[in-house]
């Protein structure tokens, strides 16, 4: 007989037959499956940067929360907790106990019926048997081995007793091997005699390997003998010791989950598994074995299950080792531990305990990960930390000015961003047509498109020759007057705390793209000023962090300004300044160490004066301003409305969210691109 049904998959220990077999795709990554699509991760990852998480974990984040349609590690960890809750909800572990106590109770009903209409029986011995079956005990363990030596008159009732012993054996057979329950129904004296055998040389195996004796063709004439035991096919010892292991250490914390009553009476119980104690006594020796060679499974543990159905010893051995699985998903899934990845998620167990669609699920996220890892959206700099590649940037630049453009034409009903320089020179590049584009077509481009379109669909362009809407492209032009443009945004502690941190880099971002895409001419110059100012470049404004410190030093930022406006001294200035603060700091050219910035609030007089007189030399420059004013503050409208006055210059005060509109529109204004309506001023002398 072959107890243990072994895998349909093929073994090293028996011979592989020719055949074909057809099922659902589980080698890893479909083939067939369209590209992942990285717009949104992207999006999602540069919020977070733009809010002040490095790129590492902005990436993460996105990971755990998931996307629109994709179910986050989050997600999986909540159904990993969930499945948990319901085995320990469903489940009892009396199962085993319960079974004996019905066949002994079977036992002894069938005895005493036979006892009763058995006429030819001593009426003395009938009642000494009746008498022995009264007064056994409660306990089922001290009834099946005070029943021991009985001579059962009933063949039934000496099958149900014969069963107790049998289900003993099976159960614990599999609590070490699963499946062993099943095989060895109906077991014969020889297959109970091959069990015997299989578990003392398994035991003189083990004994080798912790001495160090054995050798590799120990385990194979091992596996060679009983190979068929082991479904799993393990390569070698130490894969062997691995599973059983598992599973043992699964059957010590089932047995240390049940209550002390029951775990007395199991004991008592399992000296009567197949009528023999050499069973019990080779599992012990097993135990020992393999909790010596791996000390490291959880061989204390416990777990407390408040269920009504109840498991055998083999069942519940598998229950402990699904909730070991489910809390090894757990941990793999939260990512917490040092160099942790999402290829350290054993799809395989999370298939099992989930289902496919949750394997599937993680199988996007890790491929989402290795995709965006692998990407030129994400690198490493010099420091070893991710950052945002260049690429990454103009793409997430040109969906800011695209939301901006929307915005932008929704609100003023100006044109599109992309009419940049309509009337202007010609710039030697084409694009494609959209739209209410207005500029020349380059006819060249067109045509030749229109051929390959042709060609491509089987057709000769010499048969005759139609132009689509998809051929046409147009000339690119630029306007004839280029422009410096400085964007001093304020990096004070009041534009995190108040929420316009994350609205004032997706300005800068989305007027980057513009100006780098469209008015290749323009210098663009990003300047952010906190208590000092400093020049910076995108990469440097996006990834930078929420600054707890104190001072609004637009003194300095307009210094800085000015010196990049006399670097271009044929372009046309433009100066924008997004703000949500009175000047509460300016720079003194003589401290200790050299210029530093002094710092008071409220303003004082001699911060104004040094900011007002700042501005006056950008003005003399011939400069176009414009404030942006965040906030309702009346102090500082009172304020940006006299300094645009100084300067005749304009005042906008959008919501955070219209921030990058406001901005792309006053620029494009400027570039002569559209018109906003003029605001209106408090007066406020600075004078």
Excluded at 164 to 188: H, P, S, V
Aim: charged share 30%.
């Amino acid at each position: 007989m072959n107890p243990r049904n072994p895998s349909p998959r093929s073994s090293r220990y028996s011979p592989r037959h020719g055949s074909s077999r057809y099922g659902r795709y589980t080698g890893g990554p479909d083939p067939l499956a369209p590209p992942i699509d990285l717009s949104e991760a992207l999006d999602a990852v540069a919020e977070d940067v733009m809010a002040g998480y490095s790129p590492e974990q902005a990436l993460r984040e996105f990971l755990r929360r998931g996307g629109r349609d994709m179910p986050g590690l989050d997600d999986l960890a909540g159904r990993v907790q969930q499945r948990r809750r319901e085995l320990l909800g469903r489940h009892r572990l009396d199962g085993t106990l319960q079974e004996a106590k019905r066949l002994l109770d079977e036992a002894v009903l069938e005895e005493r019926k036979q006892l009763a209409r058995d006429i030819r029986m001593d009426d003395t011995d009938r009642s000494f048997r009746e008498m022995q079956l009264q007064n056994l005990p409660p306990s089922t363990a001290a009834a099946v081995t005070e029943l021991s030596g009985y001579d059962w008159q009933s063949d039934t009732a000496r099958q149900r007793y014969e069963d107790i012993k049998d289900l003993l054996g099976r159960e614990m057979l599999d609590q070490r091997f699963a499946g062993m329950k099943n095989a060895m129904e109906n077991a014969t004296d020889e297959d109970r005699a091959a069990i015997a055998e299989m578990l003392r040389d398994l035991n003189q195996l083990l004994d080798k390997h912790s001495r160090g004796e054995d050798t590799a063709a120990d385990f194979d004439n091992f596996m060679s003998k009983h190979g068929d035991q082991f479904p799993e096919n393990p390569e070698n010892i130490d894969e062997l010791i691995d599973t059983l292991a598992q599973r043992s250490a699964a059957a010590q914390r089932m047995l240390r989950s049940m209550s002390p009553e029951q775990r007395e009476e199991l004991m008592a119980l399992s000296a009567q598994a197949f009528g023999s104690p050499e069973l019990m006594e080779q599992l012990n020796r097993l135990d020992a074995n393999l909790q010596g060679l791996r000390p490291g499974e959880d061989w204390t543990g416990s777990e407390q299950f408040d269920g009504d159905q109840g498991l055998g010893l083999g069942d519940g051995t598998g229950v402990l080792q699904d909730l070991a699985d489910l809390d090894e998903l757990a941990e793999q899934l939260s990512q917490g531990y040092p160099g942790s990845v999402l290829d350290d998620v054993d799809v395989d167990k999370l298939a099992r305990q989930l289902g496919d669609d949750a394997a599937v699920d993680a199988r996007t996220l890790t491929q989402l990960e290795k995709a965006l890892r692998d990407s030129d959206l994400l690198r490493r700099g010099t420091d070893g930390d991710l950052k945002l590649s260049p690429r990454a940037m103009r793409k997430l630049g040109k969906s800011l000015l695209k939301d901006a453009a929307g915005r932008l034409s929704g609100r003023q009903g100006q044109r599109d961003t992309r009419h940049s320089g309509a009337a202007g020179e010609l710039t030697g590049s084409s694009r494609a047509w959209q739209y209410g584009d207005i500029e020349p077509w380059d006819v060249t481009k067109t045509i030749t498109n229109a051929i390959g379109r042709t060609a491509a669909e089987g057709l000769d362009p010499r048969a005759g020759l139609s132009i689509q809407v998809g051929d046409v492209e147009v000339q690119e032009t630029e306007a004839r007057t280029q422009a410096a443009v400085a964007l001093l945004v304020d990096t004070s502690f009041s534009m995190a705390a108040e929420g316009r941190w994350v609205p004032m880099k997706r300005t800068a971002l989305a007027l980057h793209h513009l100006v780098s895409t469209r008015f290749r001419g323009d210098q663009l110059q990003l300047i952010n000023f906190g208590r000092y100012a400093q020049r910076v470049d995108i990469g440097e404004l996006t990834s930078l962090p929420p600054l707890r410190e104190q001072g609004t030093n637009l003194h300095h930022g307009l210094l800085l300004a000015s010196r990049f406006f006399r670097q271009h001294p044929t372009k046309q200035p433009v100066l924008l300044v997004v703000t949500d603060g009175e000047p509460t700091a300016h720079l003194m050219p003589h401290g200790p160490a050299g210029p530093e910035a002094w710092f008071s609030y409220p303003p004082e007089p001699e911060t104004l004066r040094a900011t007002v007189a700042e501005l006056d030399r950008v003005g003399r420059l011939g400069t176009e301003s414009t404030f942006f004013r965040l906030g309702s503050d009346p102090g500082l409208e009172r304020f940006l409305a006299a300094m645009a006055r100084r300067v005749g210059g304009r005042v906008v005060a959008p919501d955070p969210q219209d921030l990058g509109a406001a901005v792309v529109g006053e620029f494009l204004r400027s570039r002569g691109q559209g018109y906003a309506d003029e605001p209106s001023f408090d007066g406020f002398d600075l004078g």
